[in-house]
């Protein structure tokens, strides 16, 4: 939710072939892995400025219909807000990328020049890095977020009121800024001369680099630790402790279609709403762990090996990048194929439909309303409440 740019603390551009720097031909374990995977890349290369384009334009526009229906005054929840503070960080991230991707792919060839590296373009890349980065982070810590709200209210059967889950959402956003704070200080523009040209370069990062800074070392570890293995760990642990939840409350549910009792078979229907809430949000934190593990893994792997970073990471940053933006992308999707809420506003609202309570009938409102109320549904996500329900959780 993510953002993504699995190069922008690690090697100050995006992508090792949009940079016109060939790796070198360096001996040593992965030699034999880089002569593989430099084809692969050299491939990719030349489709990846099209598809992410696609991609984001795709991701743009459902990002937007994600923010418009989850603000809704029905469906405004604490897991809904996380999930539009999470569509946010996705918006401002493509939004930045498509400016970035037409000129250093599609515009542009492989061969640095003066005009592909002009000094706007190269201050441009400058800030799509390090807003892309931040929110890249942002969403990771929102989906922890996430997580550990869904594990507590399954818990308790409580959680944190509207007003307060928007307060934490905006200091994760503040949080992620403050750790990449030495990123920032450490970003620069320099002049080069390459064969008669003036070209501007970022400043070399602490990976690849023979004598990195201090600072930009700072950066880096805070990046991988703080923003990629210490989240990738708390979702993982709180993933595997929703999944006991879910099983939990599986058997719960036997047990109940066991029994001949009326209102326990209301009760497991109740349950079973809460199971779909619940399977959604893990679907959404799993896409997360496919899209962070692997960078996390490589990143780490870079620290200490300047030859793997070289010959193989580097190769990988655009392929890892296109991962990100599917990720940033794909939450509208699971939205529609698994929340019924989520797809009647979207039909109101999209087809200019007759409002909530003429359209939905009066009937399947009261049983919104009644749900919600009876079984503290303002800790799921994407459903709708009412005004009773929003008049109470301000009051949680």
Same mark, same amino acid.
């Given at each position: ?7 922008? &603390? ?24 880089? /002569? ?8 990719? #290369? ?33 897991? =809904? ?43 441009? !890349? ?10 890249? &982070?942002?969403?990771? #810590?929102?989906? &922890?977020?996430?997580?550990?709200? /869904? ?19 905006? !200091? ?5 800024? *403050? ?10 523009? /320099?002049? &080069? ?17 023979? =004598? ?9 570890? *805070? ?6 293995? +210490?989240?990738?760990? *708390?979702?993982?642990?709180? $993933? ?58 490589? $990143? +780490? ?20 990048? !296109?991962?990100? *933006? ?47 109320? =009876? ?22």
């Amino acid at each position: 939710m993510a953002g993504l740019m699995a190069a922008n &603390v690690t090697a100050g551009n995006n992508g090792s072939m949009a940079t016109g720097d060939k790796c070198p031909e360096e001996s040593g374990p992965f030699s034999s892995i880089n /002569r593989h995977l430099e084809a692969y890349a050299m491939w990719y #290369w030349g489709i990846h400025g099209y598809l992410s384009v696609v991609i984001c334009v795709f991701g743009i526009t459902t990002n937007v219909l994600n923010i418009v229906i989850l603000t809704r005054g029905a469906m405004r929840t604490p897991i =809904n807000c996380i999930l539009t503070a999470i569509a946010i960080c996705c918006l401002i991230t493509m939004s930045s990328y498509i400016p970035f991707a037409l000129h250093f792919y599609i515009k542009s060839t492989l061969v640095p020049t003066s005009t592909k590296y002009s000094y706007g373009w190269t201050v441009y !890349m400058a800030v799509h890095s390090n807003i892309s980065v931040t929110t890249h &982070v942002s969403s990771l #810590w929102l989906a &922890v977020f996430m997580a550990i709200m /869904r594990y507590v209210y399954l818990q308790t059967k409580k959680c944190c009121n509207l007003q307060a889950t928007c307060i934490i959402s905006a !200091m994760i956003g503040a949080g992620a800024s *403050l750790l990449m704070l030495p990123n920032y200080l450490m970003t620069g523009v /320099r002049e &080069v001369q390459l064969e008669n040209m003036t070209l501007y370069k970022l400043n070399e990062p602490a990976i690849g680099s023979t =004598n990195p800074s201090r600072l930009a070392l700072t950066a880096f570890w *805070l990046y991988a630790i703080g923003g990629k293995l +210490i989240p990738c760990t *708390l979702i993982s642990v709180f $993933i595997g402790l929703l999944l006991k939840k879910l099983h939990e409350s599986a058997a719960r549910r036997k047990r109940l279609f066991a029994s001949a009792n009326k209102s326990k078979k209301s009760q497991c229907g109740r349950t079973t709403r809460h199971q779909c809430t619940t399977t959604m949000l893990l679907v959404i934190i799993v896409m997360y762990i496919l899209t962070e593990v692997p960078q996390t893994f490589l $990143i +780490i792997m870079s620290a200490f090996s300047k030859q793997f970073f070289m010959n193989v990471y580097m190769l990988l940053a655009d392929t890892m990048d !296109m991962i990100a *933006l599917i990720n940033n992308a794909m939450n509208f999707v699971l939205y529609c194929a698994m929340s019924q809420q989520f797809r009647e506003h979207l039909v109101v609202r999209v087809c200019n439909g007759p409002p909530q309570s003429t359209r939905f009938g009066k009937k399947t409102y009261q049983s919104v309303d009644h749900s919600c109320n =009876n079984t503290h549904t303002h800790g799921d996500g994407l459903c709708a409440t009412t005004a009773t329900t929003e008049k109470s959780i301000s009051h949680v």
